[in-house]
């Protein structure tokens, strides 16, 4: 069991930047995949991004790639998600993920075991 809180949502500006953190507690968090999603109102769930147990390699929806960043701390059980350049599209409830038993990593939300409650981000035209 992994519990998943997520921070650093906000109101920013198109161009701006935030910088989400999840913070993870119980079973070793290194075990896990970690994944971030988002969901804005009236979409379905969508994959941005994800890092490998050891956080040596990551991935990134075609949406996002080349202005966010995850990375991991595995020392800290935290997980972030680097967010530049954002635009109004990227307007949703951002959602941490964790998957303990699935390959070394995952794009399909159905595959992860564990979730936090969501940060929401706001981006203003």
């Known amino acids: 069991q992994v519990q998943l809180v997520e921070s650093g949502g906000g109101l920013v500006q198109a161009g701006g930047s935030l910088r989400l953190s999840c913070a993870a507690s119980?079973?070793?968090?290194?075990?896990?995949?970690m994944g971030w999603f988002r969901q804005a109102p009236g979409k379905e769930r969508e994959f941005v991004s994800a890092?490998?147990?050891?956080?040596?390699?990551?991935y990134y929806s075609d949406s996002v790639k080349g202005r966010f960043t995850i990375s991991r701390d595995n020392a800290k059980n935290t997980v972030y998600l680097q967010m530049n350049s954002l635009k109004p599209e990227d307007t949703a409830v951002y959602c941490c993920?964790?998957?303990?038993?699935?390959?070394?990593?995952?794009?399909?939300?159905?595959?992860?075991?564990?979730w936090g409650q969501g940060t929401q981000v706001t981006v203003s035209s």
């Open positions: 119980g079973r070793t968090f290194s075990s896990y995949v």
């Open positions: 890092v490998t147990r050891s956080g040596g390699n990551t």
């Open positions: 993920a964790a998957d303990l038993y699935g390959g070394a990593w995952n794009m399909n939300p159905a595959e992860y075991e564990y």
